[in-house]
């Protein structure tokens, strides 16, 4: 499968699973380190239909490269962004219910920390449930160049996160490789229903 298949399935599935319903929800994955190329969804598409031809080729600047066409998703900028800052293979961008609610309950301290859970172990170098794991929280914004400008020095400032939310919106994260941000979903999202259901069960939790 090349990279706009191997894209297109995971929208499907991410679609499928509630965390990119409707047009919600972009994906990457980096092609051509240099000069930098990158596989991304198109705009406005309804991820439970994604196919290979709405993936489109983008170089560094967000430019559409041909022989592909059409108009790239909103976000390009923050998944340019997540690229250049960790060096990241691939973005995966979700609109989960419970990252939506997480976001906006607690936006006031900036983050939350998401702590021993055996399921933090899927993360990229963590070893064991005794971690601690920050989870930024950053305003949403329509303003694509704030945000992505936000995004840069939040992850220079703290290059040990996994992924990051944006409020009443969704979860960004990233990966080495698609595999692995595909994984990061899968686990982030684990977590994120975890912490939120917790939470309804114990308020002081
Ligand atoms: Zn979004």
Redesign the pocket.
């Known amino acids: 499968m090349n990279a706009s298949e191997q894209l297109a399935e995971l929208g499907r599935d991410f679609h499928r699973r509630g965390w990119a319903l409707g047009t ?3 994906f990457s994955t980096v092609i051509e380190r240099d000069p930098l190329r990158i596989a991304i969804t198109a705009s406005s598409l309804d991820k439970s239909r994604l196919s290979a031809e709405h993936i489109l080729e983008i170089d560094g600047h967000g430019k559409v490269l041909p022989p592909t066409h059409g108009t790239p998703s909103a ?1 390009t900028l923050l998944h340019l962004a997540i690229v250049r800052t960790v060096g990241a293979g691939a973005v995966l ?1 979700t ?1 989960s219910v419970w990252s939506t609610i997480l976001s906006d309950y607690y936006i006031g301290q900036g983050g939350f920390f998401i702590e021993g859970y055996e399921m933090l172990k899927g993360l990229e170098g963590v070893r064991t449930h005794d971690h601690r794991e920050w989870l930024p929280i950053i305003e949403n914004s329509q303003d694509m160049e704030a945000l992505s400008a936000e995004t840069h020095l939040m992850l220079e400032a703290d290059s040990n996160i996994h992924g990051f939310l ?1 409020r009443r ?2 979860l960004y994260t990233w990966g080495k490789d698609l595999s692995e941000a595909a994984r990061h979903v899968e686990i982030l999202e684990f977590l994120l229903e975890s912490v939120g259901r917790r939470h309804m069960m114990e308020p002081q939790y």
């Open positions: 919600s929800g972009n976000e961008h609109h944006i919106h969704g």
